[in-house]
């Protein structure tokens, strides 16, 4: 059974990396409580509102397995949320999640949109130069989900599964082929007739 291991929000902070002053949303605070809404939690907002956030976007999730590779690899501690998501959870896997696929989260009810494609801003957050690099070679990125029906998540509260999308599209297959595999017409067409695709996803297959 899917369950959530961490539940997290924060406000944008200023950050100092390589003498550069950068707003940011990526440090958040864990919480016991959160109250959702459609444009995300409560207590929590992103930095650069052209580049993250929105309704397709008002739920981070990073699943929990990946930690223990990230560990290994970086030869360190990852404290949660390492990646600056509201929800670290086991059994919810990009290859065991398909885009449009509906979940119940405590009294919020939410749907899978699309991958994350990260930025620097995890290298930096992370201390680690070659982190962004790495996570788009293993498309270990998470994803993000809209939100249906408002409500409370508690950091303990139940996953279950509502709905699962007919098109069986995975956010793994999805993030393989826009990261690796531009040239595979048929696969971006495939991926195209998921409706619930979100529009910026949308609009970066139909440009590929």
Known sequence: ??????????TPKEYNW???????????????????KKVGFVGDDVGNKEKHGGVDRAVCLYPFEHYSYWEKILRKKMVLPAFGENITAMGMTEKQ?????VYQMGDAIVQVTQGRVPCDTISKYNEEKHLLKKVVETSLTGYFFRVLEEGAIKNNSEINVIDRHPR???????????FHQHQDKESIEKILRVDDLSEEWRNRFLKL
């Not at 550069?20 to 864990?30: N, P, Q, R």
């Not at 999640?97 to 696929?101: A, E, K, N, P, T």
């Not at 069986?168 to 826009?178: D, E, P, Q, W």
């Open 18 to 36: 390589n003498h550069e002053a950068k707003l940011s949303g990526i440090g958040k605070t864990s919480t016991k409580v959160a109250e959702l």
């Open 97 to 101: 999640v398909c885009i449009g696929d």
């Open 1 to 10: 059974m899917p369950r959530i291991i961490n539940l997290a929000i924060g």
């Open 168 to 178: 069986r599209i995975s956010v793994a297959f999805a993030t393989k082929i826009l």
